[in-house]
């Protein structure tokens, strides 16, 4: 760890981190610290343990063992209802968008104020909220639509701003540039950046699209079998001589 | 001693589904019993199920009531007791033929409507995702689906019912002759409380059964389309396939509590 990390307040931090699937192990001894406002990206190759250790990290898998704290709390000892509350605290872009393809564009950004809306004492009115969430993304003709209306960008878009509509101070993006055509990755990966500035948030991407991590990243960790192989900024790892990481940046 | 194996796999791999869905069914219960209740999903899903099945349900209903006249009444004719048709015909249809032949229905359209939903909502991630805003999809999802058809397939029963007696009163009419009044008077003179009340019962149980099956094929569907289109094909099978199970132990129960 860098001297200036040092001094930065950790939003989430991952120990020690195991997870095995019979004898496969996919995650060894994985470390990772998020700090508040940062981009931090992880990549590797398919099958490295990428999605593993988000799913992890949101309680969607359980970890053999290790510890995942996020805002000081240790999601592998919540009960079910304080994990539920820690993750209004995360945004999650999925890798195909998953939006509820039986709701409206309106009604998936509603889905997640309608638990919690009251609990956070969130003031604004529903419609408002949505409407606002639409508009950061450039998007608000959409209110209406169903998810088979939209494009693949729209789609992401739309997913991103149900990602960010309970205002989380941690945004994870799982290959977000992923089966989009080059510019809608493009205009994908600039919002991802104009949403850091305008929200404040701290920015987990899982990628393996170079472009992306190059424009996004203020830290990029490569993960390769299952352990965090090297830490460092795009021009430290693109520079660097290792094979196994020229691989990734050549 | 390959086809002993294979046997002892199958064997094991049944019960272990078994166990699997009794855990399902458990967890579906705990969940009903706990607030908060998803009530607004809870209506949407008995509209759908309820409303959407309709249709269905009143045609095959009439076909049954209209084909089972037909083909009895050479029969009761030869012995010439055609004016026992209506009560025949609607302890046959309210005891047993109309529930399981609608609940048959209903497993076909409704089970595998359920699991192919929840299948490609799992493929989809977007139950991952619905976990992750902080929502529990088991109770968004299968508690209102379960629920629903529990609730609703009894209604559905007693409306199928209605129509196959309409459908044999038609026949009756045009064939012998014999007045609408004339017959439903003869249906409600032969149909007895011991006769609805353990067909309303056990129609409970078999929507509890196409809803806890769908849903729970849909739950654990594999990955992939293919995975969709095999939890919603399981999905109808096994649930005709528990549907008689179930038939079977509401008769033998209602031989020793109900007089037949």
Known sequence: MTESNTHREVILEISNLQKSFGSNKVLDNFNLRL??????????????????????????????????????????????????????????????????????????????????????????????????????????????????????????????????????????????????????????????????????????????????????????????KGKNYIEGSFQELSSSTDLQVRAFFK | MASSINIADKTYNALVEIGDMTFFAKRYFKSVGSAPIEWEELWRQCYLVGNRSLLLVAVTGFILGLVFTLQSRPTLSEFGAVSWMPSMVSISIVREIGPVITALVCAGKISSGIGAEIGSMRVTEQIDAMEVSGTNPFKYLVMTRVTATTLMLPLLIIFGDAVALFG????????????????????????????????????????????????????????????????????VVYASMILFVVDFIAVFISDIFFEI
């Open chain 1, 35 to 224: 700090f508040r406002g940062e981009n931090l990206v992880v990549m590797g190759k398919s099958g490295s343990g990428k999605s593993v250790m988000v799913k992890c990290l949101v309680g969607l898998m359980e970890p053999n063992s290790g510890r995942i704290t996020i805002n000081n709390k240790d999601i592998t000892s919540l009960n079910q209802e304080s994990l539920d509350i820690l993750r209004t605290e995360i945004g999650f872009l999925f890798q195909g968008s998953a939006l509820y393809d039986s709701m409206t564009v309106r009604e998936n950004l509603e889905f997640p104020l309608r638990k919690h809306k009251k609990r956070l004492q969130i003031n604004e009115t529903t419609e408002h909220l949505v409407q606002q969430a639409l508009k950061s993304v450039g998007l608000s003709s959409a209110l209406d639509l169903m998810p088979s209306e939209l494009s693949g960008g729209m789609k992401r878009r739309v997913a991103l701003a149900r990602a960010l509509i309970l205002n989380p101070s941690i945004i994870i993006y799982d290959e977000p540039t992923t089966g989009l055509d080059p510019i809608t990755a493009k205009e994908i990966i600039a919002l991802m950046k104009s949403i850091q500035s305008s929200y404040g948030t701290s920015a987990l991407i899982i990628t393996h699209d170079v472009d992306c991590a190059r424009v996004v990243a203020d830290r990029i960790i490569l993960l390769i």
């Open chain 2, 168 to 235: 044999s009163a038609l026949v009756e009419y045009l064939k012998g002759g014999v007045s609408f009044v004339l017959y439903f008077n003869k249906v409600f003179d032969a149909i007895t409380f011991n006769d609805l009340l353990p067909a309303t019962i056990k129609s409970f149980f078999f929507g509890f059964v196409i809803g806890l099956i769908g849903c729970y094929k849909g739950y654990y569907c594999e990955k992939g389309t293919a995975g969709v289109g095999k939890a919603s094909n399981s999905a």
